[in-house]
């Protein structure tokens, strides 16, 4: 159980193109859902956070227009890039955490497989 | 300072070895801790989660101080498949629940 899918796995776009990559919850109803970016060598950052049927929250420095967040479900959350740039090439990683399949805590992150992004 | 540090890597290793890694966080009010293993060009895995009192799982070995805000991970008998890095995350009730990862840190065994 709690698997989380992304789609696509792997995306090679022109410079200013917009990209969307989809993440579902397959087993279960994703309470809050989290989108992070990894860069070479460098750790997952978090990106936003976003919660059924409202605005996501932006962490700091993260563009809120260039980066749009739609939670529509709680199965589905969906990541557009718009008018993506080359330093936008990242691995994009969606993650999905749920009350009810942590205890009430709903410390752990179920994490989608990620995007490969590349912006030629 | 990053919130979540980690020893600097690599770390290489004869397999059988045992290898600690250590982690420090800055925010006093976290309040959940894991570790999880990041292969290469994949998601990041949970491995386990940390607790107080300190938890096995097999050949791993997680501790807590929360006095001193550090946290570690010990492999015992190290297998070549345990190459990878390991990512420290810490959790605050007081961020939203949301993850803050360490940097990693990489393990490579070898033969």
């Known amino acids: 159980g709690a698997v989380v899918s992304q789609h696509p796995s792997r995306v090679i776009c022109k410079s200013g193109t917009s990209v969307k990559i989809e993440c579902r919850s397959l087993?279960?109803?994703?309470?809050?859902m989290f989108w992070y970016r990894q860069f070479p060598k460098q750790s997952l950052m978090l990106m936003a956070t976003?919660?059924?049927?409202?605005?996501?929250?932006?962490e700091q420095g993260v563009e809120k227009d260039k980066f749009l967040i739609n939670h529509a479900s709680l199965t589905l959350s969906t990541l557009t890039v718009t008018s993506a740039h080359p330093e936008d090439s990242s691995f994009y990683i969606c993650?999905?955490?749920?009350?009810?399949?942590?205890?009430?805590?709903?410390?752990?992150?179920?994490f989608g497989p990620g995007t490969r992004l590349t912006v030629l | 300072r990053k919130e979540v540090e980690q020893d600097p890597g690599p770390f290489n290793v004869p397999e059988g070895a045992t290898v600690a890694f250590n982690c420090t966080y800055s925010n006093s009010a976290s309040q959940s801790f894991f570790w999880y293993r990041q292969d290469c060009r994949k998601e990041p895995k949970l491995l386990m989660s940390?607790?107080?009192s300190g938890n096995e799982d097999g050949r791993f070995t997680a501790q807590l101080n929360r006095a001193s805000q550090y946290i570690s991970l010990l492999i015992r008998d190290s297998k070549l498949s345990d190459s990878a890095t390991y990512l420290c995350?810490?959790?605050?009730?007081?961020?939203?629940?949301?993850?803050?990862f360490g940097q990693g840190t990489e393990l490579s065994v070898k033969p």
């Open positions: 087993d279960f109803q994703a309470t809050t």
């Open positions: 940390v607790y107080s």
């Open positions: 993650s999905a955490s749920s009350l009810e399949l942590a205890g009430g805590q709903g410390d752990e992150q179920f």
């Open positions: 995350v810490a959790s605050a009730y007081n961020q939203g629940g949301k993850l803050i």
């Open positions: 976003s919660n059924e049927g409202s605005k996501a929250t932006y």
